[in-house]
């Protein structure tokens, strides 16, 4: 007798689904952003002359004060007396009340030109602050002007004196006795006066620079 059993099919073998490739975090990592240069700001070359200016003007203001300091000379003069004796006579600034005067102008002048070059080379590292020092510099700019102005006419008009005299007054020269003294005289008004102008420079171009800071 055949048998009636069915075989038993075999049970169907699935096949696993493919594996996701794994991604590689180097190769599929965004490329890094690169970051934009920052702008660097144009160098400000009105602080720059200024900083000039302010050295220049305290190599002037210092060579005048040294020059007029060690216009020392001796001579021996003649007195007017009777038995007209021979004595050395010298010449010093010190004799000068407006001699005196220009050196402590000028020596005011190199303190303030030092200070003011420091804070102004500070302006240069740091532009904000450029702002608020421009407009305490114009009025001490000028203030150290007139300053400077008044001790060098005042040494000049006593320098113009010992070199020509004044015969309506009775004053007579000495230049033609203290040669060296006078030289030195005339050379520390010389540099004085280049130091008065490099002071109006000053004042020009912090005026100048402020302007540029007012919003139109």
């Known amino acids: 007798m055949a048998s009636t059993d069915k075989p038993v099919p075999e049970p169907e073998k699935t096949v696993p689904p493919p594996e996701a490739p794994v991604a590689d975090p180097k190769k599929d990592a965004p490329p890094p952003e690169t970051k934009a240069a920052e702008p660097v700001p144009p160098r400000n070359y009105l602080v720059v002359a200024d900083v000039v200016l302010r050295v220049v003007l305290f190599a002037a203001a210092v060579t005048s004060v040294v020059v007029m300091v060690t216009s020392n000379q001796t001579k ?6 009777p038995p007209f004796p021979t004595v050395p006579r010298p010449a010093k600034f010190v004799h000068s009340p407006a001699f005196i005067y ?3 102008a000028l020596s ?3 303190l303030y030109s030092i200070v003011t070059a420091a804070a102004s080379f500070l302006a240069l590292l740091k532009p904000g602050f450029s702002t608020k020092l421009l407009a305490h510099l114009v009025i001490f700019d000028v203030l150290i002007l007139g300053i400077v102005a008044s001790a060098t006419g005042a040494a000049g ?4 004196i010992g070199l ?11 230049c033609n006795v203290y040669d060296k ?4 005289i005339a050379a520390s008004v010389a540099i004085s006066l ?4 490099v002071l109006v420079l000053l004042v020009i171009l912090s005026a100048y620079s402020l302007s540029k800071k007012i919003p139109k």
């Open 76 to 81: 021996l003069v003649t007195l007017p007396v």
């Open 102 to 104: 220009f050196v402590a």
């Open 108 to 110: 005011v002048a190199g």
């Open 157 to 160: 008009g006593v320098a113009y």
């Open 164 to 174: 020509k005299g004044n015969s309506h007054v009775g004053w007579t020269k000495v």
């Open 181 to 184: 003294f006078c030289r030195q």
């Open 194 to 197: 280049v130091a008065s102008i």
